[in-house]
């Protein structure tokens, strides 16, 4: 079952009531410093698939395992179909019984991945659908790849594993992803994004303690992604990570 969606959603910490107060009567502008409150409604518009399992309508009492899933640079625009070109879209379109719900967004063309767009996404979908809150993954490919080591390094305590596939991330910043398990991928002769992020990120999270594999293709280019989402030993391992299995960090986030 997949579908084509449209989401509006607020993604700010604070929102205006009203357009009256946009046009509320602003202070004299006096010289000197003074102290100043902002606000403003934003609206975030995104287009994406939403694949639910055959099995979905007919067991009721059942919620789903959710992979989100975040294209390479190529796959950018308005054109949803290019989603499907590359990765679970691709798979799902002749794998009715993927054990997954699969959210595949379209980032707009010029733009990157925004990981505050993307949470409110994924609020949106968890707010509508039957979603295991404690089994969620992000996996991404390139662009998708550097979008999924972001959320991860932000918002870490909303996933269960990360799969990024030749991408690249912040090895000084893996401490902000508590203990949550990575698998890295990518092709060793990439001539696009060198082998040597997902490296660093292998060794950053080593150091740390933090549970992480690494299949690095030998002879592989940039396309290190067929391979990975080719391999059934990927769901099996994502299945595995449940959120409730990591320890608690000293904020009470996973």
Sequence with gaps: MKHVRTIFALAASAVLV???LALAVQ????PGQHPRTFEKQIVVKLNYLL????DYTTKQDKKWPLMLFLHG????GSDINKVKVHGPPK???GKKDFPFIVV????PDGSWWDPQQLISLLDEIQANYRVDTDRIYVTGLSMGGFGTWDLAQRYADRFAAIAPICGAGNPAAVRRMGKLPAWIFHGDKDPTVAVENSDQMYEAMKKA???VKYTRYEGVGHDSW???YNNPELYTWLLAHKRSDRPARADGRR
């Design 18 to 20: 009203g357009s009256a």
């Design 104 to 107: 595949s967004p379209q980032c």
């Design 226 to 228: 067929t391979a990975t």
């Design 51 to 54: 694949f639910l399992p055959e």
């Design 27 to 30: 202070p004299p502008a006096e």
């Design 73 to 76: 640079a190529g796959e950018r």
């Design 91 to 93: 798979i799902v379109e």
């Design 209 to 211: 303690g933090i549970e």
